[in-house]
């Protein structure tokens, strides 16, 4: 699919491609245990999101299907539960061996876990469930803890194997456990995670939620409140003892696509769960980035051990450009603004193909390779081209640049034939589309720093697929000449745009 290229001069694809591609999700779902598919079991991370945002549109597919926030929900709800996610040290595993999520491939991947974290956050926002905020949580604590290096950067993975054997850090004899915990501890410990069954990986347990703890505390007349305690007490005292174990490898490259998802995604956490941790987290991954990749104007795609290494490709430079617009809604920077600009101007002037459209995975400059392509579907990342025409529509109406709205116009035009074809295959690139028919409401807010956060918090308040929000400074200097037009006055003030037509500033959100 990557390498598929309709000709130029294609008409742009129609908006019930969307619902097309939820059909085609709708019957793929499995509505007991979430996920697409048999096993094994990826958790389709785009796919997802595109489903809340067709959700948050009011897009169903047809009748007696599920609904998309019931698809997405359920998915992600039954990862979170499951063995694909530590459940004790928090962060997901790469896929999971069988249908019910239980047994993964032990590898951990920055990838994975920064668009895992994107939509345990949107989840929360969208549904104010406590689950996903303490998925969240655990998702970004680890990546704290485990996977950010001293220079800022973050590192790329962990092996999925320890001593020689695959998953043995993650293991537990039951009566380990069982003389770890007191006794109050481990019956809602086993009867959540199944230490009550049989061994489910050679001979040992690998923690998965069987049951949920409100079944737990039915069946074992205790409340809701005290089985949570119970369970927490019991995870603390054995993620100490794991701790003691032989670790798994890490991978320390810092790669500048995987660095720019979890930018984002740390971003967006510290938005939504409002965790000032978070928000330093991004700023210091891309300070690294901007420090150790950034070189005269060219973006590299590897660092380690005081080297940067590789031309980047439109991968690296689309997703950190999405990083960028991320961070610039959580805080703003005109710095940073200026970085997505130079970005931006990058892809257009070494991917871009202004003749067919779209943009090529390698630059122009890059060696020759027997074939060079245009990567439309969403693989293991979400589709460059995809993120590109998402990214630079979004930045164009900030700036009011009509080159950048072209040029995404130009790829969803390219993509339409692939699109028609596999709708589902393609979501980034439908998310995209749903923005070119459809503009979001883009609200940027000017006030002083005492009232600039409260303003920036209701503003972005719930799960918004039709918003994007950007809070600036009263004093912020060196602004592109549309947003210096959107002038601060003695009470804080809210310009409305959408698409390129914009109001009169009001008073009020």
């Keep these: 699919l990557a390498g598929l290229e309709p000709e130029p001069g294609e008409r742009p694809p129609e908006r019930n491609l969307i619902g097309a591609a939820l059909n085609q999700l709708a019957v793929s779902f499995d509505p007991r245990h979430g996920g697409f598919g048999a096993a094994p079991k990826f958790p389709h991370a785009p796919e997802l999101a595109l489903l809340l945002r067709s959700a948050a549109r009011g897009d169903r597919p047809g009748e007696d299907a599920p609904g998309p926030l019931e698809m997405a929900r359920v998915s992600l709800e039954r990862m979170i539960r499951s063995g694909l996610n530590d459940q004790l040290g928090g962060g997901f595993c790469r896929y999971a061996v069988d249908a019910q999520w239980m047994i993964p491939h032990f590898e951990k991947m920055l990838y994975d876990n920064a668009a895992l974290l994107a939509?345990?956050?949107?989840?929360?926002?969208?549904?104010?469930?406590?689950?996903?905020?303490?998925?969240?949580?655990?998702?970004?604590?680890?990546?704290?803890?485990?996977?950010?290096?001293?220079?800022?950067?973050?590192?790329?993975?962990?092996?999925?194997?320890?001593?020689?054997?695959e998953g043995r850090f993650y293991l537990w004899e039951r009566e380990q456990v069982r003389a770890l915990l007191s006794e109050a501890e481990y019956r809602p410990f086993a009867a959540v995670y199944g230490l009550d069954r049989p061994p489910n990986f050679e001979g040992r347990w690998h923690l998965h939620g069987h049951l949920t703890p409100a079944a737990v505390a039915a069946a074992q007349g205790l409340t809701l409140e005290q089985v949570q305690s119970l369970l927490g007490a019991a995870r603390a005292t054995l993620f100490a003892e794991r701790e003691r174990r032989v670790r798994p490898g890490r991978d320390d490259k810092v790669l500048g696509a995987w660095n720019a998802l979890m930018i984002g995604a740390m971003a967006r956490a510290a938005r939504v769960l409002e965790r000032d941790d978070y928000l330093e987290s991004a700023e210091q991954a891309l300070g690294c980035v901007r420090e150790r990749l950034w070189r005269d104007g060219r973006l590299?795609?590897?660092?380690?051990?005081?080297?940067?290494?590789?031309?980047?490709?439109?991968?690296?430079?689309?997703?950190?450009?999405?990083?960028?617009?991320?961070?610039?809604?959580?805080?703003?920077?005109?710095?940073?603004?200026?970085?997505?600009?130079?970005?931006?101007?990058?892809?257009?002037?070494?991917?871009?193909?202004?003749?067919?459209?779209?943009?090529?995975?390698?630059?122009?400059?890059?060696?020759?390779?027997?074939?060079?392509?245009?990567?439309?579907?969403?693989?293991?990342?979400?589709?460059?081209?995809?993120?590109?025409?998402?990214?630079?529509?979004?930045?164009?109406?900030?700036?009011?640049?009509?080159?950048?709205?072209?040029?995404?116009?130009?790829?969803?035009?390219?993509?339409?034939?692939?699109?028609?074809?596999?709708?589902?295959?393609h979501a980034t690139l439908l998310c995209a589309l749903d923005e070119w028919l459809d503009p979001p409401e883009q609200l940027v807010i000017r006030a002083s720093d005492e009232l600039l956060a409260s303003w920036r918090r209701e503003a972005q308040r719930g799960y918004r697929a039709d918003r994007l929000v950007f809070a600036i400074p009263e004093d912020a200097e060196s602004l592109p000449p549309v947003l210096a037009a959107m002038a601060p006055g003695p009470r804080p003030r809210v310009y409305r745009c959408i698409g390129t037509h914009c109001e009169a500033p009001r008073a009020q959100l």
């Design 119 to 165: 939509l345990c956050c949107d989840l929360h926002a969208c549904t104010g469930e406590q689950l996903f905020r303490s998925a969240a949580e655990s998702t970004a604590d680890w990546v704290l803890r485990e996977m950010q290096s001293p220079e800022g950067g973050y590192y790329s993975s962990l092996d999925a194997d320890s001593e020689g054997e």
């Design 300 to 425: 590299l795609a590897s660092y380690r051990d005081g080297r940067a290494a590789f031309d980047a490709y439109l991968d690296d430079h689309a997703l950190l450009l999405a990083a960028v617009l991320d961070l610039l809604q959580t805080r703003w920077s005109s710095a940073d603004l200026a970085f997505a600009i130079e970005l931006a101007e990058t892809l257009l002037a070494r991917f871009h193909d202004p003749e067919a459209g779209g943009f090529w995975f390698t630059a122009h400059d890059h060696e020759r390779l027997i074939h060079r392509t245009k990567p439309l579907a969403d693989e293991t990342l979400p589709a460059g081209n995809g993120v590109a025409a998402l990214a630079l529509q979004r930045l164009g109406h900030l700036v009011g640049e009509p080159r950048y709205l072209a040029a995404a116009e130009g790829t969803l035009r390219l993509a339409a034939t692939a699109m028609r074809r596999l709708p589902h295959a």
